[in-house]
């Protein structure tokens, strides 16, 4: 009997797994920083740096002109309106400023205050050279001058404009009195302040530069205020009264002058008229006279004829003949004989 040995099978291996991945192959194994298809680290920051320096382009518009600083210090003071290059920040600043805007300033309270009946006493009321208080409120417009002193110089602009000009227009109402502020002087004191309050603020390096100042009002206190429209009005009375005076003169004298001259000359006329009668008659009297020495009888008969022509037609007259009878025939409808 024979025996079967069992067919003899190799043990089955274990299964084979992958080998866990290390920290660099895992790296390595995504997209790779390193590979010449990709951006690299050192043109990345080439392109940061471009940004970087390309930023340094800047605009200044045509109202405007710019200041630049490097690390704080003024380098360019005025940057005139285009296109510009500076080093970036924060190698360097640039500051812009509208050179062409007028900024607006009131000394003494502004309008909606008054209007509303809130008074500041400390900043409107001015003490004039006759010893009288005043209100006065007024209007300042000014520029930018100088860019970099404007913004580097002083610390408050508005400020030192308000009190440069608040203390020269004390200066200026204090030498005037109290008459002369409220009527006729307001254009000198304007003018006047405008030039030593500019002179001032260029001797502080303010960079601004003053374009008007115009006192909106000044008005008396309200205790007095009644008392000086009085004033007010019986200045303006004699005023016009002046000038309605004057304009009465420039017109009668020049007409009294044509007349007189006008008067110069006709009496200049009527004696050369009388000088030229006087002068025929006396020429005609002497051609008679020497007729009358040739011819007396005749030239004495020939007058007395001339003489009769020249009367009779200006009388009324009735002829009588020798007989008595009178010519009815020369009298007149209307008319009454006169004999003469």
Do not use: C
Not at 194 to 221: C, D, F, H, M, W
Not at 280 to 295: L, T
Request: zero cysteines; hydrophobic letters at 40%.
């Amino acid at each position: 009997m024979s025996t079967i040995a069992p067919k003899f099978e190799p043990p089955l291996a274990p299964p084979e797994f992958p080998a866990p991945a290390s920290k660099t192959d895992e790296v390595t194994s995504g997209p790779s920083w390193r590979s010449g298809s990709g951006w690299t680290r050192k043109r990345v920051a080439e392109v940061l740096v471009a940004v970087w320096i390309l930023s340094g382009v800047y605009l200044v518009g045509p109202d405007q002109q710019a200041v630049e600083t490097l690390f704080g210090r003024v380098v360019a003071p005025r940057v005139m309106p285009g296109l510009h290059y500076a080093l970036p920040w924060p190698i360097q600043n640039v500051a812009k400023l509208k050179v062409r805007q007028l900024q607006r300033l009131v000394v003494g309270g502004e309008l909606p205050d008054t209007v509303l009946g809130r008074t500041q006493p400390l900043l409107s009321q001015f003490l004039t050279g006759d010893q009288n208080i005043i209100a006065v409120r007024t209007v300042v417009q000014y520029s930018v001058g100088v860019p970099a002193d404007y913004l580097f110089q002083t610390q408050n602009p508005a400020q030192m404009v308000g009190a440069a000009v608040e203390t020269e227009l004390a200066r200026r109402i204090a030498h005037r009195g109290v008459d002369a502020v409220l009527t006729t002087e307001k254009a000198a004191i304007q003018d006047e302040t405008r030039a030593a309050a500019q002179k001032l603020l260029n001797e502080y390096r303010a960079g601004v530069v003053l374009s008007t100042i115009n006192i909106e009002s000044a008005t008396p206190p309200p205790e007095a205020a009644e008392a000086f429209r009085d004033v007010a009005s019986a200045r303006a009375d004699t005023a016009r009264i002046v000038n309605d005076a004057q304009g009465y003169a420039n017109d009668l004298i020049p007409r009294s002058r044509g007349q007189a001259q006008q008067m110069l000359e006709e009496s200049e006329g009527y004696k050369q008229k009388k000088i030229n009668e006087a002068s025929g008659d006396a020429a005609r009297f002497n051609q008679i006279a020497a007729e009358y020495s040739k011819a007396s009888q005749v030239t004495s008969q020939r007058l007395y004829l001339e003489t009769m022509e020249q009367v009779l037609p200006r009388i009324k007259k009735l002829i009588v003949d020798k007989n008595g009878n009178i010519d009815l025939t020369i009298i007149r409808k209307g008319e009454s004989p006169s004999p003469k």
